[in-house]
Every structure is written in structure tokens, then in C-alpha cells.
């Protein structure tokens, strides 16, 4: 079955320095990851994914993510963190086995990123 | 383009009660999910639609939860009775069918359920 965890129930980083947020994956076929970021009493808001090809996905807000295949990881990355980005960030990734030809979407628990000035 | 609206955003009712959610996906896009969302965990998907018919709905407790997706554009959601468990934000997608387990799913604000 597919799933994903993320180990850190939050992440705490000062403005201005790089942020790294894990996610590891398990799945039993290709890979399709995707990130998503929640600020409160919003809704989720998509950042990235991951397909195929290169390993480095470029998303919004200047956020990338660095797919590891051997280590089984997607984790988000930022060079310089923004008190902005404070917010609850999901890992998800999508089930092959349900939801027909799309396939719904597994999401970790989320990790709370809290940056401070 | 007009994102995944859904309503009410806010609901409080007591145990026991019935309620009804309502979202209306980005135009065209043909899929429609239904997650649940408790508090500190990740959402769940509870079902999926493509056009009007149901694809997935085996997390769905249908014996008080209930979905609709009539014409295959708007979606309504019911709880019926509410069990305090039921409270979580219930938040609803949509996502194109064009490219399979490529597209990516926009989610609307959710709407957050308190059952007292």
C-alpha cells in the first residue's frame, strides 16, 4: 500500500536561513509526490510535484524539492526561510489502487514550520 | 480562474443533527474529492467523483455520510445523524482527468464542522 510519513511534527528555522521540511514515501510503482502547504483556517494550497524527470522539482514561493529514489524521500527545501512561510505543510502521494485512472491522494500528518524573525 | 468554492465555511451543530456541505469545482475539471480532515492530522479522502458517478467511496461511512454529485458539476456532502466525531474540516477538490495520476488537485478553504 502506498504511504508516506513525515517524521517532524515541526521545524523550526530563523529568517533568512535555509529550510529543510522530510517526507519519506513507500509505494508499489512509480512514484507521483506531491506537496501542499495550509495556513490556518485556509484551505490546502498546492506547491509542487513530482512526475518524472530530474530529481530537483521547482515550485511556488520559491520552493524545490529533491527527489531521492535509493533513500525513498521528497523533501521540501527553501534557501532562505521567510516568516511568511510559517504554516502546515503536507506530503502526499497518490494511491495507484483506488480512485480508477487518477487515484486519490495519501497526505502525511503534516509539519508544522514555524520561522522567526 | 475561480478556485474550488465551498459553503458554508462554519458550521456548529449539536449530535445527532443533520448537515449539509456544498462545493462547486474549478470549471472543467470532470473530478471531485471529498476529504475529511480531523484535527492534527492529514486529510482523508472520503469520495471521489468523476462527472456524476462515483469512482471511490470505500472510506466513506455510508451509514450517515452521503454525497452527491448531480450534472457532474456541484457537489453536496451530508452527515446524518452527526456523532462528535464527525468534527474536522471537510474539505473538497477538483482536478482535471486529462493526464491520470499527473494532475494535480486544487482544494477549496474547507468548510470546519463542530459537533457538540
Known amino acids: 500500500a502506498q504511504s508516506v510519513a513525515q517524521p517532524e511534527d515541526q521545524v523550526n528555522v530563523a529568517e533568512g536561513n535555509p529550510l529543510t521540511v522530510k517526507c519519506t514515501y513507500s509505494?508499489?510503482?512509480?512514484?507521483?509526490l506531491f506537496w501542499y502547504v495550509q495556513y490556518p483556517n485556509r484551505g490546502l494550497q498546492f506547491l509542487l510535484k513530482y512526475i518524472t524527470g530530474d530529481n530537483l522539482v521547482k515550485g511556488s514561493y520559491g520552493f524545490e524539492a529533491e527527489f531521492n529514489k535509493s533513500q525513498t524521500s521528497f523533501h521540501l527545501k527553501k534557501p532562505s526561510a521567510l516568516v511568511s512561510d510559517s504554516a502546515l505543510y503536507f506530503c502526499?502521494?497518490?494511491?495507484?489502487?483506488?480512485?480508477?485512472?487518477?487515484?486519490?491522494?495519501?497526505f502525511g500528518k503534516g509539519t508544522k514550520l514555524s520561522v522567526k524573525p | 480562474e475561480a478556485g474550488v468554492a465551498q459553503s458554508p465555511r462554519y458550521k456548529i451543530i449539536e449530535k445527532r443533527q443533520s448537515v449539509a456541505f456544498w462545493c462547486n469545482p474549478i470549471s472543467g475539471h470532470a473530478t471531485l474529492y471529498w476529504y475529511q480532515q480531523i484535527l492534527g492530522q492529514g486529510p482523508k479522502l472520503l469520495i471521489q467523483?468523476?462527472?456524476?458517478?462515483?469512482?471511490?467511496d470505500s472510506q466513506l461511512p455510508k451509514d450517515r455520510f452521503s454525497a452527491e454529485r448531480l450534472k457532474g458539476v456541484d457537489s453536496t456532502l451530508k452527515i446524518q445523524p452527526a456523532k462528535l466525531e464527525d468534527s474536522a474540516v471537510y474539505l473538497c477538490?477538483?482536478?482535471?482527468?486529462?493526464?491520470?495520476?499527473?494532475?494535480?488537485?486544487?482544494f477549496g478553504p474547507g468548510t470546519r464542522l463542530l459537533v457538540l
Open positions: 509505494v508499489s510503482g512509480n512514484p507521483y
Open positions: 467523483f468523476q462527472n456524476n458517478g462515483v469512482v471511490d
Open positions: 502526499a502521494v497518490r494511491d495507484l489502487n483506488y480512485g480508477g485512472s487518477q487515484g486519490n491522494l495519501i
Open positions: 477538490a477538483s482536478s482535471l482527468e486529462a493526464s491520470g495520476f499527473q494532475e494535480t488537485q486544487y
